[in-house]
């Protein structure tokens, strides 16, 4: 008989974020139920135990700081908060008040996943099935280790941001294919709509940008499927892959 799946315990206002969480938590083998509010999620903890609660701090009524003291005098339970505060102050208030972990929205799918993993594995739980060792991405001459969250170009790490790694990871499971900006922001975002960027910003030619030789030419700014351009413009473009970033990687 298998062991059974962690339970896990997602709060949130926000509907396009609870069913991010949710729908990700799942994927990785997690029994996942949700509130949208800190009245339900105590009722919730009162009559079910759980093994993790993904709280937000910002909720209606009862905010995430007053659920997470509550929880702490029904058990243990490790409580890893969500919120768009992001300045010191706040993370130490959320973790001196009785958090185990803090995410700052907005977040990725790997990053979250790690995370639950990580309080879980502290707290002695696991899901149901030991995770699968995934084996390495391979495009461009870039070796990409998800799990490890490392990407390297021969010898040479390549330095990414959370973000970039994201986007670089989409692209090189999609080798050899023009994506679209909604597949790169379904991927990359999670296809919160509440979380992708303005339409004045460029999504990813963050890599273009920060793998950059000193003192070289930017590359075309034009909109491009692969580079995922905010602009609302379709115009054809030359394909862009991961093949485009290798090249720079040494540096």
């Known amino acids: 008989m298998g062991i059974a799946p962690a339970r896990i315990l997602v709060v949130d206002d926000e509907e396009s974020i609870l069913q991010f969480v949710s729908y990700n938590l799942r994927k990785e083998g997690y029994d996942v139920t949700v509130a949208s509010d800190g009245d339900a999620a105590l009722e919730l903890a009162a009559e079910t135990p759980f093994d993790l ?3 937000d701090i910002m909720l209606p009524g009862t905010d ?3 659920v997470c003291r509550r929880l702490r005098a029904l058990g243990d339970t490790p409580v890893l908060f969500l919120s768009a505060r992001d300045t010191e102050l706040d993370k130490v208030v959320g973790l001196e008040i009785g958090g185990d972990d803090y995410l700052a929205k907005p ?3 790997r990053e979250l996943v790690a995370r639950v993993k990580a309080l879980l594995r502290r707290s002695g739980q696991r899901s149901a099935e030991t995770p699968r060792e995934e084996a390495p991405i391979e495009a461009a ?4 280790d998800e799990a490890a969250h490392v990407a390297r170009h021969g010898d040479t790490e390549i330095d990414l941001t959370p973000r970039e790694f994201e986007l670089l990871a989409c692209l090189m499971r999609h080798s050899g294919r023009v994506l679209s900006r909604e597949q790169l922001l379904k991927e990359a975002w999670g296809g919160s709509t509440s979380w992708r960027p303005r339409p004045s910003i460029r999504t990813s030619s963050a890599f273009g940008t920060s793998s950059r030789r000193p003192g070289s030419t930017p590359q075309s700014s034009r909109p491009c ?6 602009s609302p413009v379709s115009r054809p473009c030359a394909r862009r892959s991961a093949s485009d970033f290798s090249r720079h990687s040494s540096l």
């Open 53 to 55: 609660v993904v709280l």
């Open 64 to 66: 995430g700081y007053e």
């Open 225 to 230: 499927a692969a580079t995922a351009t905010a």
């Open 141 to 144: 001459g870039i070796v990409m």
């Open 107 to 109: 977040f990725g799918v």
